[in-house]
């Protein structure tokens, strides 16, 4: 299926760096989403986006949907250990059809410096 | 309060067993979905439940069969699967799929057939 182009697919961070990471899309979308996840675990919701040009934060994350509604982009401030895991990027739209329908991107792998 | 319940945790599972996962989820929410992830990939939608009816089958092998008993509860039927159906079966749930819509995700079954 149709899957959103997000980079970067992987990063190392260091404790106290920011990071940022985006998502493209040909078509648009109504919303947008990142979720986080770690290992074994489920996806998290960190942050909801509903409107064009909306920029919106929770606590060092802080998330915008693009103007074109065919992008969006993530940043975290002041990276802590606990950020690694994968981050992912998702769109939504209203289907016509009962439930909604999201198309995800590949994911960015966020690491530790060694 | 925002959980999705998944159980079991992990599956082992023989080619020619019957097994079943369960989802569960207390927010009122009237959709609820199945999703398959593999390593490295973001989730695969397999099928969606609005008010307690299927409403989308991604064109997942009957194998599978999913089951919605009431508005909290989601089962997975598992019957003859394949080893390459060994991934991580992930539940979301989300209020109506209206536009402003957001799923919420479960912890995930790591299932391996053998």
């Known amino acids: 299926g149709q899957q959103l182009n997000q980079s970067p697919q992987s990063m190392f961070i260091q404790e106290g760096e920011d990071v940022s990471m985006n998502c493209t899309s040909s078509?648009?979308?109504?919303?947008w989403l990142w979720y986080k996840q770690d290992p074994g675990e489920g996806p998290v919701l960190l942050i909801a986006l509903y409107k064009a040009g909306e920029l919106t934060s929770n606590g060092r994350l802080t998330a915008q949907f693009g103007i074109t509604r065919k992008d969006s982009f993530l940043n975290i401030s002041a990276s802590i250990p606990s950020d690694v895991g994968i981050y992912f990027c998702?769109?939504?739209?209203?289907?016509?059809?009962?439930?909604?329908?999201?198309?995800f991107g590949g994911g960015t792998r966020l690491m530790v410096k060694p | 309060d925002t959980e999705v319940t998944q159980t079991p945790k992990h599956l082992v599972m023989g080619m020619t067993n019957k097994k079943s996962l369960k989802c569960e989820q207390h927010m009122g929410h009237r959709a609820m979905y199945w999703y398959k992830q593999k390593a490295k990939k973001p989730p695969e939608l397999m099928f969606v439940y609005s008010y307690e009816k299927l409403s989308i089958n991604e064109s997942v092998p009957s194998r599978f069969s999913p089951e919605c008993p009431n508005s909290s509860l989601l089962n997975l039927h598992l019957h003859a699967l394949q080893p390459e159906d060994s991934a991580l079966y992930l539940c979301a749930s989300s209020h109506s799929g209206g536009a402003r819509d957001t799923q919420y995700f479960g912890p995930g079954t790591r299932l391996t057939v053998l």
């Open positions: 998702a769109g939504q739209n209203f289907p016509g059809v009962a439930g909604n329908m999201l198309t």
């Open positions: 078509s648009i979308f109504n919303t």
